[in-house]
């Protein structure tokens, strides 16, 4: 799978929108992006997954560039539940049997 | 619809005991992994299953781990004769389909090595 990088950490207020960026320069054109996060002391939970549209679900909204050399991750009101480790991860569903390689994530802190 | 369940949730073993971990995958799902997650580092491969069958252990160490999916009950996870550093949580995921579908992970198993 071809590398994301992503900022370590980053801060919002609650119930503003958050923006996580997400860089996959060395993407392929059968990559797809996908979200996943980690709350504290949790499993990671899937949140969102896209090829070229952006895609809305009821967690977030997934905005990707024209040239899909990058994405980002949108939380149109963060809550203090939505503190976590996001994670940016690039899988091929014509790459064979892969594992999910998980980076370092982004730590969203969200203050109250 | 049951999520993905591990146990137990945290497990206490000195050194040189044996650790088993379970995992029962969500329903209709039949292809299981399991994942290392050292404290403060991202989570690590370890090992993917379908039933009966071990697909992919390139992340498992050589000696002393080992993993099973039997045709009926959960995966487990065998680490035999435990160090310290192999304190860590270790979750489990299951798909439907394979790899390449979403992965739906359980609350893990913190594994504490006296």
Redo the contacts between chains.
């Keep these: 799978d071809a590398k994301t990088t992503q900022p370590n950490s980053m801060e919002s207020n609650e119930e503003e929108p958050v923006h996580l960026p997400c860089n996959h320069s060395t993407i392929s054109g059968t990559d797809y992006i996908?979200w996943y996060r980690?709350l504290p002391s949790?499993?990671?939970?899937?949140v969102i997954?896209g090829l070229t549209s952006n895609v809305n679900n009821r967690m977030a909204s997934l905005a990707i560039a024209e040239d899909r050399k990058s994405s980002t991750l949108i939380l149109h009101r963060a809550t203090l539940r939505d503190a976590a480790v996001y994670?940016c991860i690039l899988?091929?569903?014509l790459?064979?049997?892969?594992?999910?390689?998980?980076?370092?994530?982004t730590r969203l802190s969200v203050i109250a | 619809n049951a999520g993905?369940m591990q146990n137990p949730r945290h497990l206490v073993r000195r050194r040189g005991q044996e650790a088993r971990l379970r995992c029962s995958p969500m329903k209709g799902h039949s292809h299981v992994?399991w994942?290392r997650q050292l404290p403060e580092e991202?989570?690590?491969?370890m090992v993917?299953l379908q039933k009966e069958n071990i697909?992919?252990e390139s992340?498992m160490p050589k000696e002393r781990f080992s993993a099973e999916f039997p045709k009926e009950g959960p995966s487990i996870l065998r680490i035999q004769q435990v160090v310290r550093g192999d304190s860590a949580a270790y979750?489990c995921?299951s798909s439907r389909w394979?790899?390449?579908e979403?992965?739906?992970?359980?609350?893990?198993t913190r594994l504490l090595v006296l």
């Design positions: 996908h980690q949790q499993g990671p939970e899937y997954h994670y899988r091929d569903p790459g064979g049997n892969t594992p999910l390689v998980f980076g370092k994530g | 993905v992994y994942y991202g989570l690590k491969f993917y697909i992919d992340g979750f995921a394979g790899l390449q979403t992965q739906y992970f359980g609350p893990g």
